[in-house]
């Protein structure tokens, strides 16, 4: 999930990036400016009522000492008690529809990765033309050309504990997880790649 500080700062290019993938911003994005500030807003007065109800406490205090009625601050800080519940219930319920958007949003695409291509997250489900084979445990990536080059299987997909490496043009689509042009016995057939090779690394 991304982090609601970069989507917050980067805005237009999160809009763009998800064009690139094909995606509607506003059906993605949905109400999250204006969540936003209403979250931090009621962050901020929670706050400001804190330090008021701080301030009202220490005069609580002074007029104990000194002997003299401390009802009227004393009803203050209970009423500044019960707005900085509601602001802080308010900033809560706030947090989880911006939780609920930032979720929807797809990883952002590394540096490395040209406009117009997608990024691969870890754990994605990879699917031959013939049915699901496991999900994604990473990217071989070529340290020359900074290009995925394979996508790896996550130990328990359909062949135990075999290294599978799927090449990248064998990608037809990352819609609804990563989709193949092969079948299953193709994936199983592939020759197997060496990934502590200098000149490959992996990512996830």
């Not at 071989?140 to 135990?160: K, N």
């Amino acid at each position: 999930m991304l982090d609601l500080n970069f989507v917050r700062d980067n805005l237009p290019r999160v809009e763009e990036m998800l064009r690139q993938r094909g995606m509607d911003p506003a059906a993605v994005l949905k109400d999250f400016h204006e969540v936003d500030t209403q979250r931090r807003h009621a962050i901020t007065e929670a706050e400001t009522m804190k330090a008021r109800r701080n301030k009202a406490s220490e005069e609580i205090a002074k007029l104990k000492k000194s002997g003299q009625d401390a009802s009227a601050a004393m009803a203050e800080t209970k009423e500044l008690r019960e707005q900085i519940q509601s602001r802080e219930k308010t900033a809560g319920d706030l947090d989880e529809r911006l939780r609920d958007i930032l979720s929807g949003i797809p990883n952002f695409p590394h540096d490395s990765v040209p406009a117009g291509e997608v990024a691969i997250r870890r754990g994605e489900q990879v699917h031959a033309t013939d049915g699901e084979i496991g999900r994604v445990q990473g990217l071989v990536i070529d340290r020359g050309s900074c290009h995925v080059t394979h996508v790896l299987l996550q130990e328990g997909h359909l062949w135990g504990r075999k290294d599978v490496a799927v090449p990248i043009g064998s990608v037809a689509s990352t819609v609804g997880g990563i989709r193949l042009t092969i079948a299953k016995h193709e994936v199983q057939d592939l020759p197997p790649i060496d990934v502590d090779h200098p000149d490959r690394r992996t990512a996830s």
